[in-house]
């Protein structure tokens, strides 16, 4: 019995605690590694960015280039120019400890003073304001890659150089007009050490700085440094010197410097710049060769830096509500003294548990679940755009086809009309439409040679160099008007001789393979759409040898060329334009790498998307899960330009496509949960129709039985036990109707609780522990002056109790005139008894009988068995037993009961109880006993008789654990300063 009881506890603490609790730990797990992931990939985000302001703010010609940008475009917007200018110039100088020499000219070319360092060479500062307004007037009208502006600065140089620096090329001209990051200042040699210089002109000043950087110094770092410290006080930023790190003792220094030099030194290694520590998040990059910037922060200032930590402070404040509302649980049953749980309740709990566990378990696996498909979705997503974006890029192919096809039709009346003759001025209008027929860039025309005859241009913006294709019309028109037996002689040829030592020509025609089919190969070169390296430049070309083809009398080359960029963003551009039309929500964009302009919906974050392509540019791939564009949230996915080499690549989808993926799937996972509850409820409904309705009838029945209703009847309709059971509590109640009848008989047999006659006073009561009690007492006058008093204990309780007390009571009534000798009422009833043991009705009564003289106090008693009266005098100062022996009633043919004689004092007290009084036992397994019962008799005393019984009787109470028997008290006063009629009669 024991070992089951055992297990059955084992089992309920594994059930209802050790799973719950495992599953919880679980559930907690994932949720806070999954946060903390999350928390730690946005912590690492915002340390990169942090990271590329001090790179590009570590490069001191573009940071004094942003510098001095902002001051002349704040000066331009100010209507007081030169004040403005003043001021600005004097912040810069007083936060700025690097060395700065600035000229300024007004809008007549004359020098402000005020604003002028340079105080000498008045005629040479004349000559180069002229100069820089030039310059800038021909970038801003031709654009940065103008040929008219190299050429103009490279023709007044050299006169220059002595103060802007003798290796400065043209194009450096060029740096501080550049957009965003790749604007600059002109890194100079001048022989005044003032290494960068900056200009830039409008309608109302021109400026032109030098400045002198000190070294070792990054006045742009430690600016955007103090600014992120100052806007985010959780992450750390800052610089190493690794030239200095060889002198700080670690040894000696915090845990926060190991940390730091330690994963330094592992980053030098690995090139790894997200490191992770115990305490601390840790990110660098590599500033310049010496510098490295750094971000740092710790854990403690993240919500889940300790996932673990967290869970366990979570999983104590758990343990600690929940055993802090058992522990008030327990105190209130405790105070109350009431440990019942009903089955209800029981039922509830039950509920809980059996949805709360697999509700649990399906959290516990969904939440990884989810998890793990958001990323599964997002990399089919990523992987499906990148594969649409390669067969956008991978088209360039077929379009170049296409194109080359069109350019041979478009030229077929070009090729008729020049048939005989070299094409002239005439034929420029038609080279003009198809200049913009095919959206090219250049047409041009050289004769036999190698001038140019005919040029047409789309822009001002000169392209194609000049040298490589006279060369190539040169060498293709000699070679084209060659038959193959004069083959042998275009070896020797001074010309040829001169192009085979010439790179572009080893690209066009490989030399080693010149044979009989070299014509056949040349001629195969030309008319078609290829990529040639003419100088530095790319440029996509188709050449034409026009002339007579079938006399082999050829006059003139065709070169048509595009822009690379131009050619890959038109077809990009109509590759985008016409999947953006299709329906559907994935949409394309595009980005060129030189002009850094958009293709494409820009929406509302063009710079946001900028910035994301341009860092594709040299990359394989780009996947950012999170960017918002037109005001929602979107995927993106960036890819560089395999063909279109010139391009980046981008598709977005809105991040709802995902969403609404993962809400299906949560929306199935709650309705399986839903499912689940159902039938759980379902369940538990059956089981309360089953069991808890039973209960609960025969619950409402017992209480309607204990407030004395006997006709009411249970309805339980089950074809089970619970159906028995209310048919047996039907027929049982009705048992207990008669039982109630008895209960009122026997009450009624009971004198009145109050009784006073002459000089004596009574007062006594009953307390049954059932419907029918075994105690009995009885008093009654026998004539003017005496009273007679009965007190009988039956042994047991209920309806045999009742038939012999009520037996009893008949008895005495019929031997009335026996009242004077108490052993002779005593023995009657001995007789009466012993018979009825005949009869089966076996019950041994203890009694005793008392006649009073009412006047005189004068007492005779006979005891059979019963307990010791007690005889209280002095007003409770003294109580003793009047031991009075005898046999029990019924047990014995023969009796053995005398009579004895005392006398009660005025004021004495005679108590007769029932064997409950002194049988009390207490929690300590305690008998109340003859001695406390006498101390108590004292202690207690009263005038008042009820008072007097109250206080014994809860007493007695007070001690006992519980109350198992009858208890019966008589208390008799003997008084005869009072006087008294007689209050009851039998």
Known sequence: MFFKKLFWQIGAIFCFAVIPAVLLNEVLSEILFVRH?????????????????????????????????????KTTKS?????????EINELKKNIPNEIKIVTWDKNGQIVEKLTDLKKYRYFLAKLHKYLTTIVRIFKKDGLESNTAIDFIEKDIKTFRPLIGKFIQAKDFKLPFMPEEHGKCIIADSKNDFQLVWFNSNEELTMLCFIKPIEGQTPGIDRIIKILNQNNDKIENGIIDINEIKSVSIKNSSSKTKDMLLELTKYENSAFSHRTTKDRLMAFKLLTPNLRGYCIMNKENMQTGYPIQRKNELLTKIAAIIFLFLFLHYCYKKVNGNNFVSIKTQT??????????????????????????????????HKNNEKMLREIDSGLAHHKNKLSKKTQDEFELIFKNTKHRTPNESDKSELKRLLNVLNAEEINVYNKSGNSIISCKANDKIISPHEPMRFF????????????????????????????????????????????????????????LGVFNFGTEKLLCMAYILGDKDNRKFNSVLFLLWSMEKYQKGYIESQIDKRNSQPGNLRFMAMTAKEKSLIGDKGNNYNKVISILSKSLNTQTTHVNNIELNGERNILTAIPGSQNDQITLCATLPAK????????????????????????????????????SPVHELSCAVNEINSQNYEF??????????????????????????????????????????????????????????KLGGDYFDHFPISDSFTGVLMGDVAG???????????????????????????????????????????????????????INDITGECTISNSGHCYPVIVSDKGKNAHFKEVIGTPLGITKKLKCNNYDFVLKPKDTLLLYTDCLIEAVNA????????RLLKSLEELWNEDLEIYYQNIFNNNRAWSKGVDDDTTILLIRFDPNQTGEEQNNV
């Open 79 to 87: 209507q007081k120019t030169f004040e403005t200018l003043e001021i």
């Open 657 to 692: 496509i995902i969403e609404a993926k993962i809400y299906d799937l949560k929306f199935q996972m709650g309705m399986l949960a839903l499912l689940n509850f159902i039938i759980v409820t379902a369940v538990i409904t059956t089981l309360n129709r089953q069991f808890i």
């Open 713 to 770: 009847k249970t309805n339980i309709a089950n074809n089970d036990e619970f159906g028995e059971l209310g048919k047996v509590f039907n027929q049982t109640s009705e048992g207990l109707s008669e039982l109630a009848v008895g209960k009122i008989v026997q009450q009624a047999l009971l004198p009145e609780s109050r009784h006073k006659r002459n000089n004596i006073e009574i007062f006594g009561k009953t307390v049954t522990m059932t």
């Open 473 to 528: 019309t040169l060498s293709t028109l000699k070679l084209a008007n060659l038959d193959e037996n004069s083959a042998e002689q275009l070896k020797n040829d001074e010309t040829i001789g001169k192009l085979k030592r010439n790179t572009l020509w080893k690209e066009v025609v490989n030399l080693d393979r010149f044979n009989s089919s070299m014509l056949q190969h040349a001629t195969n070169l030309v008319g078609k």
């Open 37 to 73: 992931e999350n928390e730690v990939e946005e912590v690492f985000n915002e340390m990169d960015k942090n990271l590329s302001l001090m790179t590009k703010y570590s490069d001191n010609p573009h940071y004094f280039h942003l510098l001095l940008k902002n001051i002349f475009e």
């Open 348 to 381: 509830a709990l039950l509920f809980l548990y059996a949805n709360g566990l697999p509700l649990l378990i399906l959290c516990t696996i969904g939440y990884e679940h989810v998890q793990q498909y958001e990323k599964a979705i997002l990399r089919e997503t």
């Open 797 to 851: 309780h209920g309806i045999p109790a009742a038939i012999i007390m009520a037996i009893a009571k008949a008895t005495i009534i019929l031997n009335k005139n026996k009242a004077k000798n108490p052993a002779e009422i005593l023995l009657s009833l001995h007789n009466t008894l012993y018979t009825l043991k005949k009869s089966n009705l076996k019950r041994m009564l203890t009694c005793q009988f008392i006649t």
């Open 924 to 931: 300590k397994n305690e008998a109340f006993g003859p001695k």
